[in-house]
């Protein structure tokens, strides 16, 4: 597609749920980057895809947050048994291989009730 | 801990006036450097990039790069109101890894 295109785009869900967000990265892209954005707060790094290579897994909060990423397509981040401070809108990026330019997603807004 | 710092702000100026945002990070084998605009609400997009040490003008911004002072900066010339927006600066290390800054918020008075 022409962007990053990221589902759902507003998700509320209630304590204790899981819940899965999708990525689809711009065609072409080896690159993909997970991110959370707390309200008022920076970016912070989840998890990051290179093609093939092992997921870099360091910036995952907890053993409840996993992602999957299969080949150079769409990315799943899924949240199991949700908390109220999983809330913040979650920020799916893509790179082309021999660029370095990132490009960001519309984000998965996740509220958690 | 790679690390990259911002001034929350927010930073004040008036409209037509320069606004300078300032950004250090920590790992001085950092190779690339970039500017993000994110409104309220929004995802970040991209403003600059600059790889070299000096100055690169895109319109009314210009970035500039220091690497032995591990420093970057955003200059915004005749700031428009529309220009209020959280800035971030990322900084890229080996690998495709991107180091965001908190970003500095930015507010253009009438």
């Known amino acids: 597609g022409a962007g990053v295109s990221q589902s759902p785009s507003n998700k509320v869900t209630e304590k204790g749920k899981d819940v899965e967000l999708r990525c689809d990265p711009i065609s072409g892209h080896t690159a993909l980057y997970w991110y959370r954005q707390r309200l008022g707060q920076g970016l912070e790094f989840l998890i990051y895809?290179?093609?093939?290579?092992?997921?870099?897994k360091s910036g995952l909060p907890s053993d409840r947050f996993s992602a999957e990423r299969t080949g150079e397509s769409v990315s799943t981040l899924t949240i199991q048994r949700t908390q109220q401070e999983d809330s913040a809108v979650y920020l799916c990026?893509?790179?082309?291989?021999?660029?370095?330019?990132?490009?960001f997603g519309e984000g998965s807004w996740l509220t958690v009730v | 801990q790679k690390e990259v710092e911002q001034n929350s702000g927010p930073l004040s100026v008036p409209e037509g006036a320069i606004a300078s945002l300032n950004c250090t990070y920590s790992?001085?084998?950092?190779?690339?450097f970039f500017w993000y605009r994110q409104y309220s609400g929004k995802s970040p997009e991209l403003i600059m990039s600059i790889y070299s040490n000096g100055d690169k003008e895109d319109g009314r911004f210009t970035a500039q790069l220091n690497k032995a002072s591990q420093y970057v900066s955003l200059l915004i010339r005749d700031s428009q109101p529309s220009d209020s927006a959280t800035y971030l600066c990322a900084v890229e290390d080996y690998g495709q890894n991107f180091v965001f800054g908190p970003g500095t918020r930015l507010s253009v008075l009438p």
């Open positions: 895809f290179q093609g093939n290579s092992a997921p870099d």
């Open positions: 790992d001085r084998g950092s190779q690339s």
């Open positions: 990026a893509s790179t082309p291989l021999t660029g370095n330019t990132i490009y």
